[in-house]
């Protein structure tokens, strides 16, 4: 692949996805400045604490040149903070005083949706566009998606009905972590996004 994916290095696990990269021989970077988004094909958000990245991103002046991007289409791929980042709204009833949101999601997460850390889980989930089999879906203090706008497709859901993978143009949220497995399809997919929206732009 031809085409260079940074990933968000400002705080949670952007090493985990940097290495899945690596795996799939996908020229990657790491992302701390506006500088260093010049030239990328794609955007990664890792898991985190979504309130310390999002006050990282305004700190550091992130906000509006990741939201320029990615409404000229750029692909931007969130994975569970990543998720809540990219959302438009956070459920009032567990949205940070201060949460810095990207809005470029039509969704609205409900955050820590399982409950603490205690109640992390792990189960298998069919995703749309990877088809089967299922991936193993790894959920961390992770957020749900509790209303979907117009222009969202759900790409993946738990077994109650619950959306957990979203998708609004190349704009992608996952509350599970694909990077703390070693199924590398949902990361050779979105490369494969990133690669084709590069094609189109040149």
């Known amino acids: 692949m031809s ?14 996805h940097l290495a899945a990269l690596e795996q799939l021989g996908v020229p990657a970077r790491d992302v701390r400045s506006a500088h260093d988004l010049t030239g990328l094909a794609g955007l ?16 550091f002046d992130l906000v509006e040149p990741i939201r320029s991007l990615a409404r000229a289409g750029m692909p ?35 955050r820590n949706a399982f409950g603490s850390q205690r109640e ?33 497709a759900v790409l993946a859901r738990l077994p109650d009905g619950t959306p957990v993978a979203v ?3 190349t704009v992608i949220g996952t509350a599970f972590h694909p990077e ?14 990133a690669e084709r929206a590069t094609l189109q732009v040149t």
């Open 180 to 193: 703390l497995t070693d199924d590398l399809r949902f990361h050779a997919w979105f490369c494969s996004l």
């Open 76 to 110: 931007v791929w969130g994975t569970c903070a990543g998720l809540i980042l990219l959302a438009r709204e956070v459920d009032p009833e567990t949205r940070a005083r201060h949460q810095p949101l990207l809005g470029l999601l039509d969704v609205t997460v409900r």
């Open 44 to 59: 990664i958000i890792p898991g985190g604490e979504s309130t310390t990245i999002g006050r990282l991103l305004e700190r």
């Open 120 to 152: 992390s889980f792990e189960c298998d989930l069919l995703v749309e566009p990877l088809g089967p089999p299922p991936i193993r879906a790894v959920f961390i203090r992770a957020p749900v998606v509790s209303a979907v706008g117009p222009g969202v």
């Open 3 to 16: 085409v260079t994916v940074g990933v968000l290095a400002l705080q949670g696990d952007f090493a985990e």
């Open 167 to 169: 998708r609004q143009g």
